[in-house]
């Protein structure tokens, strides 16, 4: 296990002030809901592809989506079909602003201690008991339904069935790349 000085000044950074309150706060509350650190019923619930009537091509790469934004009907099942051409490891997350913002702290906790890298997922660090680590729980893992990590060169699947008018985004939550432009809008309407 990797906690030297470094790692301990990171993570007592990122839990000073109102990201302690709030990054316990939301622990706490997905620890009731079968280990997903989100409260996903707002924004929809995950689907079978087979429901699925129209399929989206989103297409990654470092560090931009296309397409940029994607409309849907409210109450419409769509399959997404995530491609990703660079050389990174990127994330396909369908949420509010809120939720990213949040999604975001975590996967800079998993960057930090390992389970996440710039290229992959480190399934052995990610599998390891973190209630020790400060700021995270047992359950911390990257297994969120609304979810995606495609690893450079794979496509990936993600169906979800949106069921109320939404302003919603999709966004790559991987440090730093949110902030350089891999956020798209999913309008969601009547
Ligand atoms: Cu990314």
Redesign the pocket.
């Known amino acids: 296990m990797r906690l030297n000085t470094r790692t301990l000044n990171i993570a007592a950074a990122l839990l000073t002030g109102a990201s302690l309150l709030s990054f316990s706060g939301a622990a706490l509350a997905g620890a009731g809901e079968s280990g997903h650190g989100h409260n996903t019923a707002a924004i929809g619930e995950p689907a079978k592809a087979s429901a699925a009537k129209r399929t989206v091509q989103v297409e990654?790469g470092d560090?931009f989506y296309k397409p940029e934004s994607i409309p849907v009907k409210a109450g419409e099942t769509v399959r997404f079909v995530v491609k990703n051409k660079g050389e990174?490891?990127?994330?396909f997350n369908i949420g509010t602003a809120a939720m990213h913002a949040e999604h975001q702290r975590q996967m800079a906790m998993m960057m930090e201690h390992g389970m996440l890298t710039a290229t992959g997922v480190n399934q052995k660090m990610m599998n390891m008991d973190h209630s020790k680590m400060p700021g995270m729980g047992h359950s911390m893992k990257h297994d969120d339904p609304n979810s995606v990590l495609v690893g450079p060169g794979e496509t990936k699947e993600l169906t979800w069935k949106f069921t109320k008018d939404a302003a919603l985004e999709f966004a790559?939550n991987?440090p730093g790349?949110y902030e350089s432009g891999?956020v798209g809008t999913i309008d969601v309407k009547r």
């Open positions: 990654m560090n990174f490891l990127h994330e790559c991987i790349h891999m």
